[in-house]
């Protein structure tokens, strides 16, 4: 038997003492596990004891990094927030309003694809979240951004730049919420639910294209 397969012992022949995390490494297991909890069962269905067990700890020490489950259930949306609204924001750097929804689109679908339990935390709605740590609240954090394009876009044809901030929260809210309903069928690929949603919304109904491709992808 090769030695990764056995059991590593110390020369007594006892295992090895198991390495003490430090009290960040702590907070930072229990705030990975209390995600993918949260994820699961949602915040009432969610216990500390149940994040202790699955951290092999006691509960006193989920208490002594958090308070409750209240507190570590805030820390949890925070970071769930500021990492989302970090990626589309980070995403959007194109200077063609068109391509900057197809940043905005892909950032949101890649997010749910490759934290599939973060955005389930935050579509989780729950009582204990104010309007300042909740989805929505990403939502409008990314509708201000897009806002800012529409608004430059509507000088340059004419349009009312005070209906920027309407249309932002139109197109934010329809990505959103086909973002939501993709978390659970995940088909067509990302790629092409991102340029079916710039295609409606770029275009209208009256001219939508019938097979809508990334112009980002085109052009390459």
């Known amino acids: 038997m090769s ?3 056995r059991r590593r012992v110390t020369p007594t022949g006892k295992p090895p003492p198991r390495v003490r995390m430090s009290a960040a490494q702590r907070r930072e297991q229990l705030i990975s596990i209390a995600r993918q909890i949260f994820a699961e069962r949602g915040f009432d269905a969610t216990s500390i004891e149940e994040v202790a067990a699955r951290a092999k700890v006691s509960k006193p020490v989920v208490y002594e990094h958090f308070g409750g489950k ?9 970071q769930e927030v500021r990492a989302l609204l970090d990626r589309v924001t980070t995403a959007l750097t194109a200077g063609h309003p068109r391509e900057l929804l197809e940043q ?7 997010y749910i694809e490759e934290e599939t339990a973060g955005f389930r935390v935050l579509v989780r709605e729950s009582p204990l979240l104010s309007a300042a740590g909740s989805f929505s609240s990403v939502l409008n954090d990314v509708a201000h951004q897009v806002e800012h394009v529409l608004g430059a876009e509507f000088n ?3 349009y009312d730049p005070k209906l920027a901030e309407l249309y932002s929260q139109a197109l934010v809210g329809m990505v959103a919420l086909t973002g939501r309903w993709w978390l659970e069928v995940r088909k067509p690929r990302k790629e092409t ?3 079916h949603l710039v295609n409606l919304a770029w275009n209208g109904l009256s001219h939508l294209e019938a097979e809508p491709g990334m112009i980002t992808v085109r052009d390459r």
């Open 70 to 78: 209240e507190a570590l259930y805030a820390v949890v949306v925070d």
């Open 193 to 195: 639910v991102a340029a």
């Open 156 to 158: 340059n044809r004419g």
């Open 104 to 110: 905005a689109a892909m950032a949101l679908l890649s």
């Open 3 to 5: 030695e990764p397969a």
